[in-house]
């Protein structure tokens, strides 16, 4: 078993455990595989091990694995399945980029980002998938709109032709125990149902990564971003 394929049972079995925990149904909660800073071998890997989503931070970076992970897949005879989720920031100069190579974008924190998205998305993909970035505990230097801007922004992109708002994404500051972070997570848990109580019907509540997906699960989370857990620790960007 290779390295990635073992990381990958162990944070499976760390969600199922934090399910159960929950009361919750393990298949509620959805692994996206962060990958940003690791090649496409390591993408590859993961995919042999069963691994579907996956998540990458720098537009540029993302769009080379796509592409390269996609000749390797078709030089292999077989179709992977593969998901990708842009997961960092998203500048105007970078919606074209995005629109035409993922299936999803979790981090749409502005209206005129996610119009240029609608409006980019080529004819022939599916409508893009997208999570709003809501910055629940004000946070410094953080991106995400206010709780306050979400509602404004989530009526916006409902409306918007080829975009299909599925929820909400956040990362709260790190809090020092177990029950603070859970309670961080369910100020936005709270904001996806009010937004659902408006008839949106939103099924994608994305929170919890390596050190904390378990507070994230028992606050409501259906999806868990994790990177260093499956990947391992990541090479410093300069
Ligand atoms: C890097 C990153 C992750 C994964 O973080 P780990 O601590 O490596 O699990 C999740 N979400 C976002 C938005 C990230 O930038």
Request: aromatic residues 6%; proline residues 4%; hydrophobic residues 40%.
């Amino acid at each position: 078993m290779t390295t990635i394929e073992a990381n990958l049972q162990h944070v499976r079995a760390r969600i199922a455990a934090a399910c159960d925990r929950a009361g919750r149904d393990v298949n509620a909660v959805t692994l996206l595989a962060v990958s940003k800073t690791f090649d496409v071998d390591a993408v590859l890997e993961a995919v042999q091990a069963g691994q579907k989503a996956f998540g990458e931070n720098y537009i540029q970076e993302g769009v080379e694995k796509v592409l390269a992970l996609e000749d390797m897949v078709r030089s292999a005879g077989h179709d992977a399945g593969v998901e990708w989720h842009c997961i960092g920031p998203v500048q105007s100069n970078k919606t074209r980029l995005v629109a035409a190579h993922f299936q999803w974008v979790q981090s749409v924190d502005r209206i005129k980002i996610a119009q240029r998205l609608s409006d980019q998305r080529p004819e022939n993909l599916p409508p893009l998938q997208v999570c709003l970035q809501v910055n629940i505990d004000g946070g410094n230097n953080k991106s995400g709109a206010s709780p306050n801007e979400v509602f404004e922004l989530a009526e916006a992109v409902h409306a918007m032709p080829r975009l299909s708002l599925r929820g909400l994404m956040s990362i709260p500051e790190p809090a020092p125990d177990f029950e603070g972070q859970r309670n961080l997570f369910l100020r936005t848990k709270v904001l996806f149902d009010s937004l659902n109580d408006r008839g949106y019907g939103l099924d994608t509540l994305s929170m919890g990564m390596s050190d904390d997906l378990e507070a994230a699960i028992a606050a409501g989370s259906t999806m868990v971003r994790v990177g260093r857990a499956v990947f391992g620790h990541r090479p410093r960007k300069n």
